[in-house]
T-cell receptor, first 113, second 118 residues
């Protein structure tokens, strides 16, 4: 399977600042990288994903960058708001396939008003 | 995306009993999965629920402890058998949908079932 490392485990930012969460993966054949947001008491929600044929993808205040050579990808949240407070998980597929993914260990983001 | 519901949303159970969790999807999906999320931890795949055949279990999970049914393309159940306090976790079902490109499959999760075993 895939080995995914995620950093940091916790992150506190002031409202309006940016937050960056980084993940590394081990399988060079992996080519699909989703990010999930899990709010307290809820299931994970897919917020953005990136395929290996692009290096960056944006959706309003969130963006994901991918460096296939270094085997890492990052989630960027700009102009953070209190409702961004949640646990964020990155994931990568097993052995280059897409039907199973390995999740990172999670980052608890706290946005301080 | 897909609308996924789980029942029950939470339960408190006694040691040695069993609990069956239901997962219902609002559309037919090929792939359904069951995950466990221990308190404050990441998600661990328990098994893939296969329609019309036995589930495929990941290392560390066995059918006797976590029997799974998948009678059709919109419904699955996970049973946690002979429970102990170590089984206290959130149990999540997920489904896989074909992404916009058609080649990359996206997973969507249900709200989870919060199980406490006393």
């Amino acid at each position: 399977g895939e080995n995914v490392e995620q950093h940091p485990s916790t992150l506190s930012v002031q409202e309006g600042d940016s937050a960056v969460i980084k993940c590394t993966y081990s399988d060079s054949a992996s080519n699909y990288f989703p990010w999930y947001k899990q709010e307290l008491g809820k299931g994970p929600q897919l917020i953005i994903d990136i395929r290996s044929n692009v290096g960056e993808k944006k959706d309003q205040r969130i963006a994901v960058t991918l460096n296939k050579t270094a085997k890492h990808f990052s989630l960027h949240i700009t102009e953070t708001q209190p409702e961004d407070s949640a646990v964020y998980f990155c994931a990568a597929p097993w052995s280059g396939g897409y039907q199973k993914v390995t999740f990172g260990t999670g980052t608890k983001l706290q946005v301080i008003p | 995306s897909a609308v996924i519901s789980q029942k029950p949303s939470r339960d408190i159970c006694q040691r040695g009993t069993s609990l069956t969790i239901q997962c219902q999807v609002d559309s037919q999906v090929t792939m359904m999965f069951w995950y466990r999320q221990q308190p404050g931890q990441s998600l661990t795949l328990i098994a893939t629920a296969n329609q019309g055949s036995e589930a495929t279990y990941e290392s560390g999970f066995v059918i006797d402890k976590f029997p799974i049914s998948r009678p059709n393309l919109t419904f699955s159940t996970l049973t946690v058998s002979n429970m102990s306090p170590e089984d206290s976790s959130i149990y999540l079902c997920s489904v896989e949908l074909i992404g916009d490109s058609g080649a990359y499959n996206e997973q969507f999760f249900g709200p989870g079932t919060r199980l406490t075993v006393l």
